[in-house]
């Protein structure tokens, strides 16, 4: 019998940590190549110089003829992607989460190389885009391509996936422990310490090669606070609600684009250049609105922005943003909602408070949060990315407003809306199973009717022609179980010629019948059915070996209907008290 613990981790865990190591460096790295590629890209485009020094598109003095460039690079990577692979098209977490789920979380080399090439082209002239999505890919790429060289099960390539992916976001923004809640969120649709310590490795090795490569220090310093006290709170839960209709109105928005671009007569592979025109013009109204925005963020953080310009960054924003990722280049979703929400925040905190740096932060929390449904990333990436961890609270109380007024208004998240249009839902819920927490001897039935070992066949036959159940268990003189004799199998030997006085134990019993103790969990017997191709197990005293119940399907099934049944009731249970406080009144 299996030792009884809390979690299933066993050695192995340690061998998926010891490679993390490997693939956090890979993230840190990938994290570091990409930021190069997008400011030589921005500087080849923009001034005309090679060079890998971080350079502002808005200092370009392009003017009008900026409009091409945009274009330009879209043509690019509409050709990558058509001839190339067509998965580094879009902001590639959906990407991710397809391969984890669907695709035994293989990621091929391709990938690893075109995603953070196409995604360079596509900020670095000046697409409306972030570099954390496509680094989330490229990481996840690496820990995938690695796992693929080593005979790993499907899930330990997937925790090696999404160590890469978590990885590869520390490296870019400095974020630890958002990274490893946005593994826990997003990207690994379970909760065990097989996984939980790897990304943890990978993400801590990825931070520590992060001064050497990027920077150290958060990304988005500002001064500027405000007094964490009751008002506060309650400010941040309303701008929390708000920010949860931004964001599903970002949503909604997006997916009606796309359904724009898929409704237009010409290949896909043409639709980023027509989304590049509403960027190139989008570029001409507001600068600040190209490229990945990074400038932009830390403006808004540090309240230097008029009103005018909010609300222009705002505006345009949203709708370069919306229509380039709706024509499927490539590029991140992150940066764009941090912009946008903090844009929004800052507006609600020129009449708040502690002025719109501060709210600008809530702002971004509120979005990203509703957006990604990821309210614990968000309320931890806020404060990460600034140093404020004072804030943490009221970042808190907005996140979870947002997602609640999200997880409300939309059935999926902007991340999920695209698996689910093609043919593939997730439910992005965990609880424990019933089965988890059930035994063997609470969902048995106890005592069940048997066939003796010496019962002859010819009466085997003629009992199964009366009997009540399908199938019943064998036992010898001790009262062990040796075999389970079913009305098919009497079937059949009414078709066969056997022998005269031929018993059932000499016909069953070859000593190889599965058995379970009491105290067996029930996931583990449903898993034992599945592997044995059996519908009863048998339930047997563990010191004696006696037959003391037995467990059908359908007792496996009783014990999840009866936790549904429990939700049920307890609610019917809380409205009927309700109507009768009510009468009382």
């Known amino acids: 019998m299996p030792r009884l613990a809390d979690h299933s981790a066993d050695t192995r865990m340690l061998l998926l940590a010891g490679m993390a190591l490997v693939v956090g460096t890979g993230g840190a790295a990938s994290a570091w190549l990409l930021l190069h590629l997008i400011a030589i890209v921005t500087n080849l485009a923009w001034f005309g110089r090679f060079s890998v020094e971080p350079a502002l598109i808005i200092d370009s003095t392009l003017g009008v003829a900026a409009l091409l ?70 990481g996840g790429a690496i820990g995938s391509i690695f796992a693929q060289r080593f005979r790993l099960t499907a899930a330990e390539r997937k925790t090696l996936l999404v160590a890469g992916a978590a990885a590869g976001m520390t490296g870019i923004f400095g974020t630890p422990i958002a990274a490893i809640l946005l593994a826990l969120e997003v990207l690994l649709f379970e909760w065990k310490p097989r996984s939980f310590v790897p990304v943890v490795v990978a ?47 970002l949503s909604s928005a997006l997916y009606r684009i796309e359904d724009g671009f898929h409704a237009l007569p010409v290949h896909w592979m043409w639709w980023p250049a027509l989304g590049a ?41 949203a709708v370069v943003w919306l229509v380039a990722l709706g024509s499927g280049t490539s590029g991140g979703i992150l940066a764009p909602l941090l912009i946008i929400g903090g844009a929004f925040g800052g507006l609600i905190g020129l009449m708040l408070p502690g002025g719109p740096g501060p709210w600008a932060m809530i702002g971004m929390t509120g979005v990203m949060a509703a957006a990604m449904r990821a309210p614990l990333t968000a309320a931890l990436f806020a404060v990460e990315l600034t140093g404020h961890f004072d804030a943490l609270p009221a970042t808190a109380a907005t996140a979870g407003a947002a997602y609640a007024v999200a997880v409300l208004i939309l059935k999926r998240s902007i991340l999920t809306e695209k698996i689910s249009r093609r043919g593939r839902h997730i439910l ?60 098919a199998d009497a079937l059949r030997w009414r078709q066969t010629n056997l022998a005269e006085g031929v018993t059932l134990g000499e016909l069953l019993s070859d000593g190889s019948m599965p058995v379970v103790h009491p105290a067996t969990p029930a996931t583990d017997i449903a898993n034992l059915m599945i592997a044995e191709d059996m519908g009863r197990i048998c339930v047997v005293d563990p010191q004696s070996g006696a037959l003391i119940g037995i467990i059908a399907r359908r007792n496996l099934l009783s014990a999840r209907a009866g936790k549904l049944r429990e939700e049920r009731e307890r609610g019917a249970h809380e409205t009927r008290l309700a109507w009768k406080r009510g009468e009382k009144k």
């Open 428 to 487: 992005q819920e965990y609880s424990v199973d019933p089965l988890a927490i059930a035994q063997a001897d609470q969902i048995m039935t106890p005592a069940p009717e048997t066939l003796a070992e010496d019962m002859p066949i010819v009466d085997a036959i003629r009992f199964f022609e009366q009997a009540q159940h399908r199938s019943y268990p064998v036992i010898d003189a001790q009262g062990l179980p040796i075999a389970i004799a079913s009305r």
């Open 203 to 249: 993400v801590l090795t990825a931070l520590a090669w992060r001064p050497y490569l990027v920077g150290e220090g958060p990304l988005f310093p500002f001064d500027a606070s405000f007094a964490i006290d009751t008002t506060t709170l309650v400010l941040a839960a309303l701008t929390g609600l708000l920010t949860g209709f931004v964001a599903a109105g």
């Open 277 to 317: 025109v509403v960027v190139g013009i989008g570029g001409v109204i507001e600068p600040r609105v190209l490229g990945a925005g990074y400038n932009s963020i830390q403006d808004l953080l540090d309240g230097s922005l008029a009103l005018k310009a909010m609300l222009l960054l705002l505006a345009v924003k």
């Open 69 to 138: 460039i945009p274009i330009v690079g879209s043509v690019i990577i509409g050709l990558m992607a058509r001839f190339g692979s067509d998965k580094i098209r879009g902001h590639g977490i959906p990407e991710a989460i397809e391969a984890i789920l669907y695709g035994q979380s293989k990621l091929s080399s391709k990938v690893a190389i075109l995603k953070p090439l196409s995604s360079a082209i596509s900020i670095g002239t000046g697409g409306p885009f972030g570099a954390e999505g496509p680094i989330i890919m490229t």
